[in-house]
Antibody
Framework: QVQLVQSGAEVRKPGASVKVSCKAS????????MNWVRQAPGQRPEWMGM????????RYAERLKGRITMTRDTSTSTFYMELRSLTSEDTAVYYC??????????????WGQGTLVAVST | SSELTQDPAVSVALGQTVTITCQGD??????AGWYQQRPGQAPVLVFH???NRPSGIPDRFSGASSGNTASLTITAAQADDEAVYYC???????????FGGGTILTVL
């Protein structure tokens, strides 16, 4: 079965960076887009961006451009999301979310368990 | 506007039918996806597109769309359906994805 297992919770100070991992299994990585979605406490989910099946193309949400990088390591079947220059507004649960293989490109059928990133002095 | 608007909270009696709505200009061009999120858990896709229910989702969940409004209907609501429901949509290339503010469903 499809599994997306994310790395553990992180605490960072303002201005620092964080890199969250998402290990995928149970499906062929090179046939699905992977997205990252974050959710601040009590807020709606916020789409952060996506990486294509070959890992050659990324698309980022406009408000995060310049601070975010998504990568993939095919040897370990792991996806990464790095966010830099953190502020308290980046405190949220971060999810990796697999996009449906077919159909509209904003349906996410499998999600990781989430990684809490807390930014605090 | 690129926003998606949902009613903050809706309640339904056990066994009855409830409809949750989502409004936004983007829905005139693109279908919506619907997600169920229980406390402390990741969202789960329960319906998407014109008429698609993921494997494992009960057929009590159905969706519809008209103009700038998408709706999710839950028939014979169960206690287990208590959750926050989010709608989402995007553009045809996957370059932009937006979520609604969520609707808290209470089953009485």
């Amino acid at each position: 079965q499809v599994q997306l297992v994310q790395s553990g919770a992180e605490v960072r100070k303002p201005g620092a960076s964080v890199k969250v991992s998402c290990k995928a299994s149970g499906y062929t990585l090179t046939t699905y887009y992977m997205n990252w979605v974050r959710q601040a406490p009590g807020q709606r989910p916020e789409w952060m961006g996506m990486i294509n099946p070959s890992g050659s193309t990324t698309r980022y949400a406009e408000r995060l451009k310049g601070r975010i990088t998504m990568t993939r390591d095919t040897s370990t079947s792991t996806f990464y999301m790095e966010l830099r220059s953190l502020t308290s507004e980046d405190t949220a649960v971060y999810y990796c979310a697999r996009r449906l293989q077919f159909g509209d490109p904003y349906y996410f059928d499998h999600w990781g368990q989430g990684t809490l990133v807390a930014v605090s002095t | 506007s690129s926003e998606l608007t949902q009613d903050p909270a809706v309640s339904v009696a056990l066994g009855q039918t409830v409809t949750i709505t989502c409004q936004g200009d983007s829905l005139r061009s693109f279908y919506a996806g619907w997600y169920q999120q229980r406390p402390g858990q990741a969202p789960v896709l329960v319906f998407h597109g014109k008429n698609n229910r993921p494997s494992g989702i009960p057929d009590r969940f159905s969706g519809a769309s008209s103009g700038n409004t998408a709706s999710l209907t839950i028939t014979a609501a169960q206690a287990d359906d208590e959750a926050v429901y989010y709608c989402n949509t995007g553009d045809s290339l996957g370059n932009r994805v937006i979520f609604g503010g969520g609707t808290i469903l209470t089953v009485l």
